[in-house]
């Protein structure tokens, strides 16, 4: 009898020393323990519950469990994992939101099991809890950043895929399904040369089989709309290696350049087109220099022996003819006088156009001065008030120039002739932020309803009875104004003189 009793003595020691034992390891163990009975109050919690919320024992011990939720755990916890533990016994990766004392949240995830009395009665909890914020805070970040490229993606003006290993297509985005005006769920799974011209399959399967050895590939390519058009598309496809290193597909980046293509041929178009009006032009160059010649050569001889035997007849028969043959000869002789004068005006018109052309700075008021000069030694009797801005100076071709002025200056001086005081003036005036040279007169002038025909070859506004010329004369000098990147203009009015306006450049 005595050593029964011994017996249960120390059994009953050796049992409170190993309750001591796991009541040791459970409070000191670094994990956050607690248990609740089975009213769902907290019997126990361990030391790193109460120092991760905050809190201490007496601050906790015998409140509900759910208080120290926040209130969307709170409900899910009464309503739902309670009411199943205490059926089961057993719950696992419960999701809570743990708020501690100071306010602050945490994210933990729950495990738990039940011990249970003789009878198989659930006594109390042992729930063990490990705090995910970070895991949960990373994981959040990480939905973010691929909602964030999803929608980059998506939202792409370019075509943006996946291939798989077999070149098929594993991913699609919007942008590229509508350029082919398709839909990603047909697409996908797919061959990529499905959708690309045949004629080029060749092409881009040997691109495709680079991509192997792992080298980016970039090309230009036809794709295949679903209504049979052909999309032109810059293509850049970069590998994507597996965990071994093996070949895992490849990311494709695509953009459509058929606006940019269609440009490039129309371009090539209009440089063909350039060409032949280029030959055309050669053509009709080597055209005029064959008429030049024919008209410097080959109808020069017959107007050469017009001239010479009206001549030699008027020298030797002239006192013998009667008063009319011998002025129908002199109007023989004088017709071609000018007409070898409107062969010489003809041949310098077409060749104002070719030969060097060289800028260089040119004291425009000097020029003018001397032309004036020799047109008053041709004509002393004449009365001419002339006025010439001093020191205008110029950038021009000066062989050209002195062309222009001598049409613009002999045209004042011809159609100021029939006033008693002729006024001829040169200056340079301001226009549109340009130099404006200009030449003006106080003589015939015009009507400006017929300005527009001043520069047209062989048009005069006034008879040749009245002012002698060829109409070649401001052809010329628009030509002249024109290659030089400038602009000729008149201004007039029948009876009250011209200004003729240009600009160099």
Same mark, same amino acid.
């Given at each position: 009898?005595?050593?029964?009793?011994?017996?249960?003595?120390?059994?009953?020691?050796?049992?409170?020393? *190993?309750?001591?034992?796991?009541?040791?390891?459970?409070?000191?163990?670094?994990?956050? #323990?607690?248990? =609740? /009975?089975?009213?769902?109050?907290?019997? +126990?919690?361990?030391?790193?519950?109460?120092? $991760?919320?905050?809190?201490?024992?007496?601050?906790?011990?015998?409140?509900?469990? @759910?208080?120290? %939720?926040?209130?969307? +755990?709170?409900?899910?916890?009464?309503?739902?994992? =309670?009411?199943?533990?205490?059926?089961?016994?057993?719950?696992?990766?419960?999701?809570?939101?743990?708020?501690?004392?100071?306010?602050?949240?945490? /994210? &933990? =995830?729950?495990?738990?099991?039940?011990?249970?009395?003789?009878?198989?009665?659930? #006594?109390?909890?042992?729930?063990?809890?490990? /705090?995910?914020?970070?895991?949960?805070?990373?994981?959040?970040?990480?939905?973010?950043?691929?909602?964030?490229?999803?929608?980059?993606?998506?939202?792409?003006?370019?075509?943006?895929?996946?291939?798989?290993?077999?070149?098929?297509? *594993?991913? &699609?985005?919007?942008?590229?399904?509508?350029?082919?005006?398709?839909?990603?769920?047909?697409?996908?799974?797919?061959?990529?040369?499905?959708?690309?011209?045949?004629? #080029?399959?060749?092409?881009?399967?040997?691109?495709?089989? +680079?991509?192997?050895?792992?080298?980016?590939?970039?090309?230009?390519?036809?794709?295949?709309?679903?209504? !049979?058009?052909?999309?032109?598309?810059?293509? *850049?496809?970069?590998?994507?290696?597996?965990?071994?290193?093996?070949?895992?597909?490849?990311?494709?980046?695509?953009?459509?350049?058929?606006?940019?293509?269609?440009?490039?041929?129309?371009?090539? $178009?209009?440089?063909?087109? #350039?060409?032949?009006?280029?030959?055309?032009?050669?053509?009709?160059?080597?055209?005029?220099?064959?008429?030049?010649? @024919?008209?410097?050569?080959?109808?020069?001889?017959?107007? @050469?022996?017009?001239?010479?035997?009206?001549?030699?007849?008027?020298?030797?028969? !002239?006192?013998? %003819?009667?008063?009319?043959?011998?002025?129908?000869?002199?109007?023989?002789?004088?017709?071609?006088?000018?007409?070898?004068?409107? =062969?010489?005006?003809?041949?310098?018109? +077409?060749?104002?156009? *070719?030969?060097?052309?060289?800028?260089?700075? &040119?004291?425009?008021?000097?020029?003018?001065?001397?032309?004036?000069?020799?047109?008053?030694?041709?004509?002393?009797?004449?009365?001419?008030?002339?006025?010439?801005?001093?020191?205008?100076?110029?950038?021009?071709?000066?062989?050209?120039?002195?062309?222009?002025?001598?049409?613009? %200056?002999?045209?004042?001086?011809?159609?100021?002739?029939?006033?008693?005081?002729?006024?001829?003036?040169?200056?340079?005036?301001?226009?549109?932020?340009?130099?404006?040279?200009?030449?003006?007169?106080?003589?015939?002038?015009? /009507?400006?309803?017929?300005?527009?025909?001043?520069?047209?070859?062989?048009?005069?506004?006034?008879?040749?009875?009245?002012?002698?010329?060829?109409?070649?004369?401001?052809?010329?000098?628009?030509?002249?104004?024109?290659?030089?990147?400038?602009?000729?203009?008149?201004?007039?009015?029948? !009876?009250?003189?011209?200004?003729?306006?240009?600009?160099?450049?």
């Amino acid at each position: 009898m005595r050593q029964t009793c011994e017996n249960q003595r120390a059994a009953k020691e050796a049992l409170r020393k *190993s309750e001591e034992r796991f009541r040791c390891l459970y409070n000191d163990t670094p994990v956050m #323990l607690h248990s =609740i /009975d089975h009213d769902g109050f907290l019997i +126990s919690v361990s030391n790193y519950w109460l120092e $991760v919320l905050g809190y201490q024992r007496d601050e906790v011990i015998g409140r509900k469990s @759910t208080e120290f %939720l926040t209130e969307e +755990s709170r409900r899910y916890a009464e309503q739902v994992v =309670i009411p199943q533990f205490f059926q089961t016994g057993f719950c696992s990766n419960i999701h809570y939101g743990l708020v501690k004392k100071s306010g602050e949240t945490l /994210d &933990v =995830i729950l495990f738990a099991s039940a011990e249970r009395d003789r009878q198989g009665r659930i #006594l109390r909890s042992l729930a063990v809890m490990t /705090d995910v914020t970070e895991w949960k805070a990373a994981e959040q970040a990480l939905k973010a950043s691929e909602e964030r490229y999803r929608m980059i993606v998506e939202t792409s003006q370019e075509g943006i895929l996946a291939l798989d290993a077999e070149s098929r297509l *594993s991913y &699609v985005n919007q942008q590229f399904a509508e350029m082919l005006g398709r839909e990603v769920a047909v697409m996908l799974g797919r061959p990529y040369l499905e959708f690309i011209d045949g004629c #080029l399959h060749d092409e881009v399967d040997a691109r495709l089989r +680079s991509q192997e050895r792992g080298v980016s590939e970039h090309y230009e390519t036809i794709f295949l709309r679903k209504d !049979g058009a052909r999309v032109w598309a810059s293509v *850049s496809a970069i590998p994507v290696k597996g965990g071994a290193g093996e070949l895992a597909g490849s990311f494709v980046m695509i953009s459509d350049i058929s606006k940019r293509k269609q440009a490039a041929e129309e371009i090539e $178009v209009l440089h063909t087109n #350039l060409s032949a009006r280029a030959c055309e032009l050669e053509i009709a160059n080597e055209d005029l220099e064959a008429f030049s010649y @024919t008209v410097s050569h080959d109808l020069r001889r017959p107007l @050469t022996a017009i001239n010479g035997y009206s001549q030699v007849i008027l020298d030797i028969f !002239g006192k013998e %003819l009667n008063p009319q043959c011998r002025e129908y000869m002199k109007e023989i002789l004088n017709g071609s006088i000018r007409m070898n004068h409107l =062969i010489d005006t003809l041949l310098n018109f +077409s060749r104002r156009n *070719s030969g060097n052309f060289v800028r260089e700075s &040119v004291d425009i008021s000097a020029m003018v001065q001397e032309i004036i000069a020799e047109l008053k030694f041709a004509e002393p009797q004449r009365n001419v008030t002339c006025t010439v801005q001093p020191d205008v100076q110029g950038e021009a071709d000066g062989h050209l120039l002195r062309v222009v002025l001598d049409n613009l %200056l002999g045209n004042a001086w011809k159609y100021s002739a029939k006033r008693v005081e002729s006024v001829v003036e040169f200056g340079v005036v301001q226009h549109q932020g340009r130099s404006a040279y200009f030449v003006r007169d106080n003589g015939a002038g015009f /009507d400006m309803d017929r300005a527009d025909r001043l520069f047209t070859p062989f048009q005069r506004l006034h008879a040749a009875d009245e002012f002698q010329g060829t109409g070649i004369g401001l052809a010329s000098v628009q030509r002249i104004i024109q290659r030089h990147g400038g602009q000729v203009w008149a201004e007039g009015e029948p !009876g009250k003189g011209a200004t003729f306006y240009f600009t160099l450049a």
